[in-house]
């Protein structure tokens, strides 16, 4: 008899909890307060765990790093003296090539993009889940770090601030099935949407069947999506498929490893998205 | 002592979550630390206390590394630890091969019923590979399997020092 109630017990209380976690769930989708206020309640109780994992990954951190430094400058020494002789002969074209750019702009009367605005931030920890991929950065509300600013790292686009704390915020990665960015083909100029597919390849969608698309081509950011400044690299085409409908499906591998980010440089002012102004209605005489 | 040593167990699973994401963020995809504890009490105590101990260590997964919707792994690790101490009660699973059973399943059922609440709450789900879910059961069965070897050792040897501090 014990056991039964017992057992009807277990269950109520699994009913209650589950309509309560229900609720919650659905509050936080509609940003409530009261989703908020439970948050903030786990935060700080979490805190006792979180602050000495801090500390202690902190120093672990700062030792791989001194080991992998040292073994890598030797290397990388060799490596300079090369890159230095080739960069000399580059720098002087690529002089001429910002002269003509320059010249180009000015004929073409566009904006010059000024370069944003950004703070860097330090992965704290990572979750690369099939269904949620998510980083958090040690930077948050109080370093002037808002939802939906860009994400990025050395090499590229890395996601989009969705939720933010005081001293922390979470980052959705592009490869999440939930992101979306919009990308264009470097060299052909063809547009389309990058969406992730968990830990799948990337993909680049709504590409006409006709663009001129092949294997190799890099895709970057086209800044159209008021998110990401454009010329971000998202990834590189690696599969073309067979069109369908009026549309080609595009696999990215992606210019950033999600595995080896570290440090990410958040941009607090998207200048690169702002479009041309409107020309001038000529004079009618 | 049972409510501390839950803390105890929650909080350092969540520290060792929060360090190979750092570190070894690739397979954060294959094994979830946070359903440690859950299988801990499922197996050891009472249905109750393994519900009220998933449903802990699920908000606080939720509150440093959910982006959307809080409250989703709370919800599954309540789920799980009601199911998981239901088959605690009825059957006995404290060994190698019922830990790692226990862990298998509750790393499966953990990543469908999340797909499923995601569906459910309007997010677009990625299509779930049966390779990486293999390897997930297989990697989960095994940690938990180690993780509660090493937590019953460490019981064991202090049941021990007791009795014998006791007839000293």
């Known amino acids: 008899m014990a056991a039964v109630s017992s057992a009807r017990a277990n269950a109520l209380l699994l009913g209650v909890m589950t309509f309560a976690q229900l609720l919650l769930m659905a509050a936080s989708v509609r940003g409530g307060m009261a989703a908020s206020a439970v948050a903030a309640v786990v935060g700080v109780a979490s805190r006792p765990a979180v602050t000495p994992e801090r500390t202690v990954s902190g120093i672990l951190l700062d030792v791989v790093h001194f080991f992998r430094d040292v073994h890598a400058d030797e290397i990388e020494n060799v490596k300079l003296e090369l890159e230095v002789t080739r960069l000399s002969g580059e720098l002087e074209r690529t002089r001429e090539l910002a002269q003509e750019n320059t010249r180009l702009r000015r004929l073409l009367g566009m904006h010059e993009d000024l370069a944003p605005k950004s703070i860097g931030a330090s992965v704290v920890t990572a979750r690369l889940a099939g269904q949620s991929r998510v980083i958090l950065v040690d930077r948050g509300a109080t370093d002037g770090v808002r939802p939906d600013m860009a994400v990025v790292a050395w090499g590229g686009a890395v996601g989009r601030v969705v939720s933010v704390e005081k001293g922390f915020a979470r980052v959705r990665l592009l490869s999440d099935p939930n992101s979306g960015a919009s990308g264009v083909i470097a060299r052909s100029r063809a547009e389309g949407m990058i969406v992730g597919r968990g830990g799948e390849p990337m993909e680049m969608i709504y590409v006409p069947k006709y663009a001129d698309v092949v294997v190799g081509d890099r895709v970057i950011t086209s800044g159209l999506d008021g998110v990401f400044p454009r010329g971000f690299g998202l990834g590189r085409v690696t599969v073309v498929g067979e069109p369908v409908g009026a549309s080609k499906s595009i696999r990215l591998e992606p210019e950033v490893d999600d595995r080896a980010v570290e440090d990410v440089l958040i941009l607090l002012e998207p200048s690169g998205t702002r479009l041309l102004a409107p020309e001038e209605p000529e004079a009618r005489p | 002592m049972i409510v501390l040593w839950a803390v ?122 049966v390779a990486s879910l293999g390897i997930r059961a297989v990697a989960g069965g095994l940690l938990t399997a180690a993780v509660l070897a090493i937590v019953s050792k460490f019981g064991t040897s202090r049941r021990a020092t007791r009795q014998k501090n006791r007839k000293a």
């Open chain 2, 8 to 129: 105890l167990g929650i909080g350092l699973s969540l520290a060792f979550e929060l360090v190979l994401g750092r570190f070894a963020p690739g397979a954060t995809r294959y094994v979830a630390l946070m359903t440690l504890p859950l299988v801990a009490y499922a197996l050891r105590t009472s249905q109750r206390s393994s519900m009220v101990v998933g449903c802990a260590s699920g908000l606080l997964e939720d509150y440093w590394i959910e982006p959307r919707l809080f409250g989703l792994n709370g919800l599954v690790k309540t789920i799980l630890g009601w199911a998981m101490g239901g088959i605690g009660a009825r059957f006995d699973l404290n060994n190698f091969w019922g830990r790692f059973a226990s862990g298998a399943s509750v790393h499966l059922v953990d990543e469908g019923l999340q797909t499923a609440l995601r569906r459910l709450f309007g997010e677009i789900v990625a299509p779930v590979g």
